[in-house]
């Protein structure tokens, strides 16, 4: 489904996608499931469709926290904040990534971390804070510098 995706068949992604779920439904298997659902919800907000993603990220960021997998609970809801935030839902995507950016802290999830920031900084925009958003974007760009300089050490 993903490779449907990446091609531009979002309609076969969706189908597929669609089709997984009920497999992973119907084989009990949680953890999938939600993971699914939040490769579901990217797919539909690449057609425009941001309330059935909106939906399909809360979704698996709740079945996340149910099956004890917090990191990808907070991957969902950085998925979901940005959702927010290109609903014009500001202050629910600041509510999303605060929850997030915990668990990036103590998990030394970088990369989510910078996600997690940017989107801070669109909604605090969107509020009119822009000392709030100027913080997140510092934030995001000394984490980013970071992450690049490890990855340039690991070669």
């Keep these: ?5 990446g091609t531009g068949d979002l309609d076969m992604a969706v189908s597929r996608l669609s089709r997984c779920l009920d497999l992973w439904r119907e084989l009990d298997d949680a953890r999938q499931h939600a993971g699914t659902l939040h490769e579901l919800a990217r797919v539909r907000q690449l057609r425009g469709e941001l309330s059935e993603a909106l939906a399909a990220s809360r979704e698996a960021a709740e ?3 149910q099956v004890g997998d917090q990191l990808a609970a907070a991957r969902a809801l950085v998925t ?4 927010c935030a290109e609903t014009g ?8 990534v605060q929850q997030a950016l915990p668990v990036f802290r103590a998990n030394a999830d970088l990369l989510w971390a910078v996600k ?4 801070r900084s669109v909604a605090y925009r969107m509020t009119g804070s822009a000392d709030a958003a100027r913080e997140a974007d510092v934030l ?4 980013g510098q970071y992450v690049r300089a490890a990855d340039e050490l690991r070669i």
């Design 1 to 5: 489904a993903l490779v449907d995706a």
């Design 63 to 65: 079945e996340f926290r």
């Design 80 to 83: 979901q904040a940005g959702l």
């Design 89 to 96: 839902a500001a202050e629910e995507a600041l509510a999303a």
């Design 116 to 119: 997690a920031q940017r989107t």
């Design 140 to 143: 995001a760009d000394g984490l």
